[in-house]
């Protein structure tokens, strides 16, 4: 389907979640198949579907795990992230992002994002370096690619690494790059809500044959096979391997991964047609140079006193909005352990404001139109 083109309508629904897989026929013969196999975990389709995902994402190597988290912590293992190590990231972002940070014992230090894009504000990343600081996370928040040119930039002058979170960017691009072949290391999330699924699931990928091979060592309990043929414990590792069963699920959806770039894009442009006009609301835009994968569809209240009647009027109207996302440093458990006193300007006036609306790709036009047309009546009916 081409951009511009209208979207299917569905029957209606009535209630509209703010997120939701989408499976096909051919999602369910890849599974099915594999369930009459004799692999369901550890077989065959963890190979195939890392060998796509690759290509998908232009690099030499993909190794896919159980989860994005999964994904993260075993990065930062690779790349040797540890204890009273600083990392620089955006408050912007799941919590999964610095828990692994946490995990392996380093300390993430949080950079103010845009007010534009949402993402990492990379002009002020190179103040917050200091000689303990190991490594650079930017997360392309939304599926909307961070300034990766001057985050790479200052990576390289400070001989940092650089490892992107891109749990809502698969099939996100940067200046004609493809996010995943541009850092260190890239980490996908294949949730249900996420571009595709594969159940629950994740991956890194990465054109550094070292970094691959720990990747895949640790996946698996540290366990390697010898050429004596024993498998031998040479590293501590974890349990985080995906199943076949997961793989083939995803195997089927890198083929529809286009069209559903296509589908969330043509969303967004509906949204924009029912939305532009509305004073009191802020539409988000695409970075330049980029192409976005549209995973999140996050719009800003001017007025932050709107921010929750707007969510409340939308829930009891069966619209399933969200907010994505509380700043990491909000939440009660980092207010304990060590954030107590931190603000950051653009993320908390970000926070105050923000709601995300529904966003998948079987969203019908009618659905969105719909959506589009509560929120408009919002701030009408609204005594002022």
């Known amino acids: 389907m081409k951009c511009g083109e209208k979207l299917m309508k569905k029957e209606h629904r009535k209630n509209i979640p703010y997120g939701h897989q989408s499976l096909s026929g051919s999602d369910i013969k890849y599974v099915s198949d594999v369930l009459r196999s004799d692999w369901l975990t ?11 995902l690759s290509k998908v994402c232009g690099v030499r190597y993909a190794t896919v795990v159980s989860s994005g988290t999964a994904a993260l912590h075993l990065a930062y293992l690779a790349s040797g992230i540890g204890k009273d190590d600083e990392v620089i990231t955006t408050p912007n972002t799941f919590v999964a992002t610095t828990n692994m940070l946490l995990a392996v014992g380093a300390k993430p230090i949080f950079c103010d994002i845009r007010l534009d894009t949402y993402n990492i504000e990379e002009n002020k990343i190179e103040k917050l370096i200091t000689p303990r600081t190991k490594a650079i996370v930017p997360v392309h928040f939304a599926g909307n690619p961070c300034n990766m040119a001057v985050i790479m930039a200052i990576a390289k002058k400070h001989r940092l690494i650089v490892i992107e979170d891109a749990c809502h960017a698969l099939g996100s691009a940067y200046k004609n790059k493809k996010i995943g072949s541009i850092g260190d290391m890239t980490i996908f999330s294949f949730h249900p809500v996420k571009t595709i699924t594969t159940g629950e699931g994740g991956a890194v990928v990465t054109n550094s044959k070292a970094y691959a091979a720990t990747v895949k060592l640790l996946r698996s309990h540290g366990v390697a096979k010898k050429k004596t043929g024993f498998n031998v414990m040479t590293e501590f590792g974890y349990n985080y391997r995906l ?10 959806q890198l083929d529809r991964l286009g069209n559903f770039l296509k ?29 976005s994968a549209w995973h999140l569809y996050v719009i800003l209240v001017r007025d932050w006193k709107d921010r929750l009647p707007l969510y409340n009027f939308l829930k009891r109207n069966g619209i399933g909005a969200n907010f994505h996302y509380p700043p990491v440093y909000s939440h009660p458990f980092y207010r304990k352990h060590g954030y107590k006193n931190v603000r950051l300007q653009s993320a908390d006036f ?25 929120v408009n009546a919002f701030f009408k009916i609204m005594i002022r």
């Open 263 to 291: 589908k969330r894009k043509v969303i967004t442009e509906k949204y924009r047609e029912y939305l532009y006009k509305n004073p009191h609301i802020i539409l988000p835009t695409e970075a330049p140079d980029s192409s």
């Open 350 to 374: 970000y926070a105050s404001r923000a709601i995300t609306l529904p966003i998948f790709p079987d969203l019908s036009v009618d659905e969105v139109a719909r959506i589009s047309n509560l």
């Open 243 to 252: 199943t076949d069963v997961c793989a083939s699920l995803g195997i089927s």
């Open 42 to 52: 550890q077989g065959p389709s963890i190979g195939i579907f890392e060998n796509k």
